[in-house]
Structure formats: structure tokens, C-alpha cells
């Protein structure tokens, strides 16, 4: 169990050895930020403080996760949420392998289901899958005993991003409710803004979200948020710029002229950031298209937790697994 005993919201996170946990979240999954209440959005967050400590240790390792095999299962890249849910799961003390689509038996024609299934015959607890299909995630959910996390499924849901997003934004600010966040980019293809919209609104944030009209979701006000073409309006007055990644892997047609020219109009400059509150943090999930979302000098500047938002990726991840798969038996969803 977790060494650090602390008492957060009223629940205590982590007992002492051999004290059963408190509280859990619901299932043997983290779908989605859909599927999550405001508690239990709540409950990672604050056991993420918790285990942000062991990161600032000469030992970062506790037992939480000892006995427990967890399978990192990626069929599309990534560099940050891979090696995080990795050092995660290593300082959890879990035993985990990483799989990657390009050396399994995928390459020879074999299907998710067969490949998950497989995977499964070898008793994992957790299996972190990422891959290039919305309801990838889901669907593994049913076929599988083994617990399922979304590591990102096509341009569904990204949860874990969300969740370090609002980890992060909650430890500059001391609050979610109320803040003025702007989401700039390619909002279309972004299961990191999907994910971030359904957690802030639940939080109770003030979202605007801005691109150009391709790259705006028809019928995103129905979420919750107010959508504008005009970025210098999302970021008016606003504590929190989120920037997202143009998805050129994910276009197919033009959904703007030029690159340079969406740099022009929508790009995140130093100009368009003095709009924004003198205390406003820039965030972007990475990876970053310098020069065509965000200019060097904000990704770079006294204002950006682009790199925090990585270090507190850890943190988050750690916390979501030690929530489904230490200490005792799951709650059954009510
Ligand atoms: N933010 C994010 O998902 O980055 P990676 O694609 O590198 O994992």
C-alpha cells in the first residue's frame, strides 16, 4: 500500500500497510471521461496529489501494485502517454510489458479481438491499449476480463489527458469552476478536446472552444461550451489556453488553405496571449507543430506548463491504475 496516508476531500486516499482503500473507481475500466462522475473525477485527482509526492523521493517506488501484470498495449504512436503509463506502472512496482502494433502479430493479419484474447490467456490485471479506432476500447471492455484503460481511441476519448489537464490547471489555479478555458485548434479530430470538454463542463469551467469553421465539430454547443471562429475572442480574458495539434495524419480533403496561413489566423502568438489574464497558463497535450498551432516563443515562455503537464502525467496515471487495480475487489456500478 501507498506509505503516505493523507486525508484529501474527505476521503482517505491510501491506508497504511495492509488498510483496505477507501474508495475506488467504479468497474474494472477507464473508458472515458463520459463514463465518470464528478466524484470519481474528483477521487483521481486528489489521489494524484498524493502520489505527485512519491515523484519528489531519492526512491520513487511504493508496493501499491506489487503482484499485479499490467500490458501496455499501443497500436498507434506515442511518446508521451506510452513512457508515462510505463514509469507509472513502475513505480507502482506492477510488472508490465509493452507491446507496440508494428512487432505483434498484427503485422500478419491478426484481429484486436484474437490479439487482446491472447494477451488475456496470460492473466494480465490491466491492459493500457491505444488505438487508431473510436470504440476500440469499448469493445475490448466486454470481450475481456482484465481490466481496460484508454490510452486514446481514434478521435473518441483521451481520458488520462483530460484528467492531467485538469490536474495540472487545478494546481496553478486552486479551481476549475469558473475558469475561463479556450480550446484552439483542431477541434474535429481531437479526442483530447472530447475528453477535456466532458471533464471541464462537469467541473464546472467556462469552455470556449476556437478554430476554423472545417475544424469545428457541428453541434459542439450541445456539450456545453460556446465555439467562435475569432481565437483573439475564445482567448479574451481567459485563464487557460489549451492548444491542439493540426491532425495532418487524420485529414484527408483541404480544411485550410496553407499551413503558414493557419498560423496567421489561429496560430497561438505572443500578441494573441496578451488578450488573455496576466496569470493565464498556455497548455498543449503535445506532440507540438511549432509554427503552424503555437509559436516558439509561448511554447517556450514563462507562461507555458507544457512540460508540468507531462511530469503530472505520471502522477495521474499512477493514480487511475492504483484506483482499479489495488487493494480490494471493484464496486459495482450502482
Ligand atoms: N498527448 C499525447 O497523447 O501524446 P502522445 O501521442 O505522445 O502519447
Known sequence: MLPDTRAVSGVEVAGGPGEPVAARLRGKDLLGIAELTVGEIRLVLDTAEAMKEIAARPIKKVPALRGKTVINLFFEPSTRTRTSFEVAEKRLSADTLNIAASTSSVVKGETLADTALNLEAM???????????????????????????????????????????????????KRIEGLKIAIVGDLLHSRVLRSNVLLLTKLGADVWVSGPPTLIPPGIEQLGVRATTSVDEAVEGADVIMMLRIQLERMLGGYFPSLREYFTVFGMTAERVRRAKADVIIMHPGPMNRGVEIASEVADGRSSVILEQVSNGVAVRMAVLYLLAGGGEHETAA
Open 123 to 173: 492473466s494480465p490485471d490491466l491492459m493500457v491499449v491505444r488505438h487508431a479506432s473510436s470504440g476500440a476500447c469499448h469493445f475490448l471492455s466486454r470481450i475481456c476480463r482484465a481490466g481496460i484503460v484508454n490510452a486514446g481511441d481514434g478521435m473518441h476519448e483521451h481520458p488520462t489527458q483530460a484528467l492531467l489537464d485538469a490536474f495540472t490547471i487545478r494546481g496553478h489555479k
